[in-house]
């Protein structure tokens, strides 16, 4: 708990700042179609963003790091959260949701997570993990995504 605690406050500082509503993560607004936009990953009505789905590149990268987290990898089954289009920043923050076997059976099952995403021309070249948990502590990640205006239950 101690270390979920430690890693979600130096991700704090890995925040996006001045371009959220245009460079942030998706955790939000997966439920929107592909012509939809947003106002920013957390889905709020201030300004429109054009969010798009992952490319199975993307995916591979936030799944390889998610992966070292999980029991047993090649059976997760993931929801996968929209990004904006467009990206202004060299990283953004992205919060989605697991359902996967954990080291800890407490956590088996639906797990939240969020990755810092590393960006290149738009697209996430690579992630790492931030925090992930399942079980009543999946709130925690719950609460350090929407910090970002991100909402890893609105995944799909």
Known sequence: ???????????????????????????????????????????????????????AAEKKAIMDAVSPSLRNPASAKYRWAKIPTIVNDQSINYCAMVNAQSPYPAYNGEQAYIVEAQMANNRVKSAVMGLIAGGKDRSIVA??????????????
Do not use: E, F, H, W
Not at 9 to 36: E, I, K, P, R
Not at 143 to 156: E, I, Q, V, W
């Open 143 to 156: 609460t350090m995504c929407a910090k970002y205006g991100l909402d890893p239950n609105k995944s799909s």
């Open 1 to 55: 708990m101690i270390a979920a605690l430690a890693v979600a406050l130096g991700l704090s500082g890995c925040a996006t700042t001045g371009t959220q509503g245009t460079a942030a993560a998706s955790g939000g607004n997966a439920a929107a179609s592909s012509g939809d936009n947003v106002a920013d990953a957390g889905g709020s009505a201030s300004a429109n963003v054009p969010m798009r789905d992952l490319t």
